[in-house]
């Protein structure tokens, strides 16, 4: 950690405020997450009037992105090092890779709502398709959001040079990356995988 990073940010609990206001984030997106995937549990099977979950899953596809979206989380501990190290081309070079994972995850979203509204699955056809939508568009909205995050810290680091290392923002970044893939791979677990159990 850089003394820039340490000096301003330093709180009585030892804790750098900035990240302790990231695990406070991440406690209350808990809730979200769990209240979103407790309604698609509980509304998948009700009134299906178009596709079921069944007819219109690609496991495959599905398997892909989530597959791209833990070896972003890899990059991510490797960028971080590279920070940490004071390795300018080892810390954009990984920083890039996890932008460009969570662009690729995003790119086999919009694929795949794309492919399941030709199928006939809209937002509105059905309480399954709703309560898909929310729930995984809510997921693509935060993998957007670090995506940008992210991007904001790799261009601020051709902005200032090679001298600036962000250890801090960087490694509350990966809080908040690591969070995300935690949470897609529980929505992977119960959303798609176990439709075939």
């Not at 006939?120 to 995984?136: E, K, Q, R, V």
């Not at 962000?166 to 893939?181: I, K, N, Q, R, T």
């Amino acid at each position: 950690m850089s003394g820039q990073d340490h000096a301003v940010h330093e709180t009585v609990t030892g804790i750098d405020n900035r990240k302790f206001g990231m695990w406070i984030l991440i406690a209350s997106e808990c809730f979200l997450f769990g209240t979103l995937i407790a309604n698609y549990l509980i509304n998948k099977a009700r009134g299906l009037v178009g596709p079921t979950p069944q007819q219109i899953y690609d496991i495959d596809i599905t398997t892909l992105s989530t597959f791209d979206l833990l070896m972003s989380s890899v990059a991510m501990v490797l960028a971080l090092h590279g920070c940490q190290t004071r390795d300018i081309k080892k810390f954009r070079f990984w920083t890039g890779v996890v932008v460009l994972g969570g662009l690729i995850f995003l790119g086999f979203q919009y694929y795949e709502f794309s492919h399941f509204l030709g199928l006939g699955l809209g937002l509105t056809t059905n309480i399954f398709g709703s309560s898909f939508y929310l729930l995984t568009g809510c997921h693509g909205a935060h993998v957007f959001f670090g995506v940008l995050w992210l991007s904001s810290i790799l261009i601020t680091s051709y902005a200032k040079g090679e001298e600036w290392f962000p250890s801090m923002p960087l490694e509350v970044a990966g809080l908040y990356w690591h969070f995300v893939d935690v949470v897609w791979i529980i929505i992977f677990t119960v959303v798609y995988l176990f439709v075939f159990v």
